[in-house]
C-alpha cells in the first residue's frame, strides 16, 4: 500500500479521498489554486502546494506542475478525482513513465473509451447493445445533417469527448440542426478542447441506469449493482439512488454481464461506471459510454454495499487483487443523492456565485451522509462547478430513504446566494418519483409543479419576521411592554420581494403583543436567542431560524424557506440611472455570439446572445417585444456580474 498520496483535484472529491487515506494512515498532498488557497480540502490534507492562478487551464489542468509537485513532495501516487485530469490518457501515460501510479485505468483504457464513437465501435464488436445512431469520424455539418435525417428525429448530438452533460444537444426537427450543431461544438471546445461529436436517436423516454465496475491487475472483475440517474435536467443529473427503481433481477444481471465484458474488452484496471440507457416502454438497454473514473454519485453504492470504493481503488492501484468477489457482494436497502448547487432554479439554474454568509446542515448519521468541500464563509467563484454538497441518505426501503430524503434537505440552510434545496424536495415528494416512475423527462414533464412562480409570504410568516426584528432591535423607551400614557406603542416594519412591498404591525400589551397583517392578526409572545426565534402565535407554539445577511432576511420554519429584503424607512436609496431595458450580465462569464441584428424589431423570448460561464451556455432572450438598440460587449469579451450586455427598447 502507498504511503504518501497526491490528489489531483479540489472541492468535495478531494475532501472524500482525504478522508479514506486518512482512515488507511496514507498521508495526503493537495494541489489548489488561487481561488482555493484557504477552501477545506487545503485545510485537511497533510501537506498543500500551490498550483497556479483560479482558471483551471493555469492550475488544475497543468499536468507538468502536477507531475513536478508528486516528485517534490514524494508522492507514490495520484488520484484524479473526476473531471479536470481524470480521462486524461496523456496524464496517466506521465505518471506512469514519472514512477507514479496513477489511481485509476491504464492509459490504453481511457484512449479506448475517451471517444464516445470508438467506444461504440469497440462494444459493437463485444456484443453490447447499442442505440442506432453515426458514431464516425467524418464532421463534416453537412454529412451530419444527413445522417441526423436518416436516423429520424429526434436526434441527440453529443460531443464525443463529452460528459456531464456539457456539449449535448437534443434536436427535435431538421431546421433546428444547424444552430444545435453549432452551439453543441462550441460548448465542446470549451470544455474538452474537442469538438467532434456523434449522433444518435434520442428515446423519448429513456431511463438512465448505469453498472459500478471494478477490476484489478490479476484479472478480477465485479459490478457492485446499478444506480438510476434517470432524474436529470439539460442532461445533468439531478438526484441519483441505488438500487435502480423497478428493476427487474434478470434485467439487473444481464446489464452487470455487459458491464463487466465492457471493461473486459478494454483491459480496465479499477473504479468505472458504464452508463446504459433503458426505454421505459421495452425494457431494452443500450450502451451510452464508459466513465474511465470514479463517479459524483459513487456513495450510493458504497451505501448500499458497505464498502469504501476510495479504499478499493487505492488497493488496485497498489497491485491488490479486489476485496470481494462478485458472489461475496450483496445490497442493502436503499440511497438517495441529491447534488446541492449554487444555483437559481426559478432563473433557469443559472449558477449562483456569492458568500456563503449561512450555511447549516442536517447531523451526519448512519442514515445521513454530506460530502462536501465548503463550509461558512467560503465562496463559490465563477471558475468552477457550482455544487455546494452531495447529500446522501440510506433506508431500509425505498419510502424510508425518501423520508430520510425530505427531512435532510428541510434542516439544509443556505444563506448568500442562490440554491436548488427547494426545488430538490419538491421533487422527492412529487407522486410520479415517489413511486419510482422516473425517466430522463421527469423534471420536463412535471415542469410547472416543480417549478411554480414564488408564492407570497403568508401572514405568518410575515408575523415572525416581525417579531424577529422587534426583538433584535427593541424599542428604545424605558417603560416595559410599550406602555404609553394616552395609549399602546405600535411599531411598524416593512419588508419587500420581486418588488412586492408588505407592511406588519406590532402592538405591545400586558401580555405580549398583536401582529397584524393585512386583514389577519396574532396575539404573540417571543424570544428570540441569536438567530433562534421561539414563538406563540395564537396558542400555537412555533420554532424558526431567521438569518440577517445586509438587507437580506432569510426565514426557515416548517422545513420552508422565505427571502425577504427589509425596508429600513431611515435607508438612503439611490435609484438607478437606467431604466429597465438594459439587459445585464447574471453572472461573469464571456459572450460567445451576438444573435440579433441591432435596429431589427425582434419578438420576445428571442435569443440575443450567449454567454458562457462555468463551461455552459446561457442563452439571453428579449424580455418583450422591441428592438436592440446596442450590444455593449463583443463576441470574446469577458463580464462581470451586472455588467449591461444589451440597450434594448421594449414596445
Not at 482512515?23 to 485545510?43: C, E, H, M, P, Q
Not at 475517451?114 to 463485444?126: N, P, R, T
Not at 435596429?599 to 463551461?615: F, N, Q
Request: aromatic share 8%; hydrophobic share 45%.
Amino acid at each position: 500500500m502507498f504511503n504518501k498520496i497526491l490528489i489531483a483535484n479540489r472541492g468535495e472529491i478531494a475532501c472524500r479521498v482525504i478522508k479514506t487515506a486518512k482512515a488507511l494512515g496514507i498521508a495526503t498532498v493537495a494541489v489548489y489554486s488561487d481561488a482555493d488557497a484557504n477552501a477545506r480540502f487545503v485545510k485537511l490534507a497533510d501537506e498543500a502546494y500551490r498550483l497556479g492562478p483560479a482558471p483551471a487551464a493555469e492550475s488544475y489542468l497543468r499536468a507538468d506542475l502536477i507531475l513536478a509537485i508528486a516528485r517534490q513532495s514524494g508522492a507514490q501516487a495520484v488520484h484524479p478525482g473526476y473531471g479536470f485530469l481524470s480521462e486524461n490518457e496523456d496524464f496517466a501515460a506521465a505518471c506512469e513513465a514519472a514512477g507514479i501510479a496513477f489511481i485509476g485505468p491504464p492509459a490504453s483504457a481511457i484512449a479506448a473509451m475517451g471517444s464516445k464513437s470508438a467506444a461504440k465501435a469497440l462494444m459493437e464488436k463485444a456484443g453490447v447493445p447499442l442505440v442506432p445512431g453515426y458514431h464516425g469520424d467524418e464532421q463534416d455539418p453537412a454529412l451530419l445533417q444527413q445522417q441526423a435525417d436518416a436516423i429520424g428525429y429526434p436526434v441527440l448530438i453529443k460531443a464525443s469527448a463529452g460528459g456531464g452533460g456539457k456539449g449535448m444537444r437534443i434536436v427535435e426537427q431538421a431546421g433546428d440542426f444547424s444552430a444545435a450543431l453549432a452551439s453543441c461544438q462550441r460548448e465542446a471546445r470549451a470544455s474538452f478542447g474537442d469538438d467532434k461529436v456523434l449522433v444518435e436517436k434520442y428515446l423519448t423516454r429513456p431511463r438512465h441506469v448505469e453498472i459500478q465496475v471494478f477490476a484489478d491487475k490479476l484479472g478480477g472483475c465485479v459490478y457492485l449493482f446499478e444506480r438510476d440517474c434517470s432524474v436529470q435536467r439539460r442532461h445533468q443529473k439531478v438526484l441519483e439512488e441505488a438500487p435502480a427503481p423497478h428493476l427487474p433481477q434478470a434485467t439487473r444481471e444481464a446489464m452487470g454481464q455487459a458491464a463487466v465484458a465492457a471493461a473486459r474488452a478494454v483491459g480496465y484496471v479499477g473504479a468505472g461506471t458504464v452508463e446504459f440507457i433503458m426505454d421505459v416502454d421495452t425494457g431494452k438497454f443500450y450502451f451510452m459510454e464508459m466513465n474511465t473514473r470514479l463517479q459524483v454519485e459513487h456513495p450510493v453504492t458504497e451505501m448500499i454495499t458497505g464498502q469504501d470504493l476510495v479504499a478499493w481503488q487505492l488497493a488496485v492501484a497498489a497491485g491488490g487483487a479486489l476485496p470481494l468477489a462478485q458472489e461475496q457482494l450483496a445490497m442493502r436497502g436503499h440511497a438517495i443523492e441529491a447534488r446541492i448547487y449554487a444555483e437559481d432554479p426559478d432563473k433557469g439554474f443559472l449558477p449562483s456565485t456569492g458568500t456563503l454568509a449561512h450555511l447549516a446542515t442536517p447531523a451526519e448519521s448512519a442514515h445521513v451522509r454530506i460530502d462536501t468541500g465548503v463550509e461558512q464563509g467560503d465562496a463559490i467563484s465563477p471558475f468552477y462547478d457550482p455544487m455546494i454538497a452531495k447529500l446522501i441518505v440510506w433506508g431500509e426501503t425505498r419510502e424510508a430513504a425518501l423520508r430520510q430524503m425530505d427531512a435532510a434537505l428541510a434542516q439544509y440552510r443556505i444563506v448568500g446566494l442562490s440554491s436548488n434545496v427547494s426545488f430538490l424536495r419538491r421533487i422527492v415528494n412529487h407522486p410520479s418519483f415517489a413511486s419510482g416512475q422516473v425517466d430522463t423527462g421527469l423534471i420536463a414533464r412535471h415542469h410547472d409543479a416543480l417549478l411554480p412562480p414564488p408564492a407570497a409570504p403568508t401572514a405568518r410568516q410575515l408575523a415572525l419576521l416581525a417579531l424577529a426584528e422587534a426583538l433584535a432591535h427593541p424599542a428604545a423607551y424605558p417603560a416595559p411592554a410599550g406602555w404609553r400614557l394616552n395609549g399602546r406603542l405600535t411599531r411598524r416594519f416593512a419588508f419587500q420581494r420581486d418588488d412586492e412591498d408588505y407592511g406588519v404591525e406590532l402592538q405591545y400589551q400586558d401580555d405580549g403583543c398583536v401582529v397584524r397583517v393585512g386583514t389577519e392578526s396574532f396575539h404573540a409572545r417571543a424570544s428570540l436567542a441569536g438567530n433562534q426565534l421561539e414563538a406563540v402565535l395564537n396558542g400555537l407554539r412555533v420554532k424558526a431560524v431567521i438569518v440577517r445577511h445586509g438587507a437580506r432576511r432569510a426565514l426557515f420554519e416548517g422545513g420552508e424557506r422565505l427571502s425577504v429584503d427589509f425596508v429600513d424607512p431611515y435607508a438612503y436609496t439611490e435609484l438607478g440611472v437606467h431604466g429597465e431595458t438594459h439587459l445585464k450580465a447574471p453572472m461573469p462569464g464571456r459572450v460567445v455570439a451576438l444573435l440579433a441584428e441591432i435596429g431589427k424589431k425582434v419578438a420576445k423570448g428571442s435569443p440575443l446572445l450567449i454567454l458562457e460561464a462555468m463551461k455552459m451556455e446561457h442563452t439571453i432572450t428579449a424580455p418583450g417585444d422591441g428592438v436592440v438598440q446596442d450590444f455593449y460587449f463583443a463576441a470574446g469579451e469577458q463580464v462581470n456580474d451586472g455588467d449591461e450586455l444589451v440597450d434594448f427598447a421594449a414596445e
